[in-house]
C-alpha cells in the first residue's frame, strides 16, 4: 500500500512540474520579464544601440 502512495506522488510531482515547466517556457518563448517600463523607452534603447 505504500508503495501505491509513494508511485502515486512521484507521479503527481512528475505532472505538476511537467505543466509549469510547460508555463515557464512559454512565458520565456513570449519575451519573459522586459527590463523597459513601456514601448517608447524600449524602441529608444534599441536606437541607441544602432547608432554609433
Not at 508503495?3 to 518563448?29: E, H, N, P, T
Request: charged share 25%; glycine share 12%.
Amino acid at each position: 500500500m505504500e508503495a501505491v502512495v509513494l508511485i502515486g506522488g512521484l507521479l503527481y510531482i512528475a505532472a505538476v512540474g511537467y505543466l509549469a515547466m510547460d508555463r515557464l517556457g512559454r512565458f520565456l518563448d513570449k519575451g519573459g520579464i522586459s527590463p523597459y517600463w513601456d514601448e517608447a523607452e524600449e524602441r529608444q534603447a534599441q536606437n541607441v544601440k544602432k547608432s554609433p
